[in-house]
């Protein structure tokens, strides 16, 4: 269970933490829930949903941080701009400088569509390595153009 005051939450509340799982087993293609019907119950429960979109927020950026890199280098690209406007973005910066418990606050004011399409937004990211091995890769997904290094 999740300590809800880790998130900005009540001291000893815990934090149901199904929804999500139902929201990850839907987008891994396990399970027979809806994905709409699960993402919508995940965003819009007053209380859990916040936490819920700021833990998988957060573990994307953790995840992509192991590789060196960042989520926010995605969040002002039209695969997220065009679905989720500047939520996402807004949600990783606060994220960025302050933290769990600031981020689950801004969340937490953010409308309930803005979340919907937030979550909607981040699911391409989710396993992403995985769904890329399922097709074949070539060269024009991993060469990248030539740089200039850097020289002292």
Request: hydrophobic share 45%.
């Amino acid at each position: 269970m999740v300590e809800a005051a880790d998130y900005g939450g009540d001291e000893g509340r815990l934090i149901d933490p199904a929804p999500l799982a139902r929201l990850v087993a839907a987008w891994s293609g396990f399970g027979n829930d809806q994905l709409e019907a699960v993402t919508r119950e995940v965003v819009q429960d007053p209380l859990d949903g916040p936490v819920h979109l700021v833990r998988l927020i957060a573990a994307l950026e953790a995840s992509a941080r192991v590789t060196g890199g960042t989520l926010a280098r995605v969040t002002d690209t039209p695969v997220v701009t065009d679905v989720c406007g500047g939520a996402l973005h807004h949600l990783i910066e606060v994220l960025h400088a302050s933290g769990l418990r600031a981020a689950t606050i801004a969340a937490g004011h953010v409308e309930f569509e803005s979340r919907f399409l937030t979550v909607k937004a981040l699911q391409p990211f989710w396993q992403a390595p995985l769904r890329a091995l399922r097709e074949p890769l070539h060269d024009v997904q991993v060469v990248q153009p030539a740089r200039t290094l850097w020289r002292s």
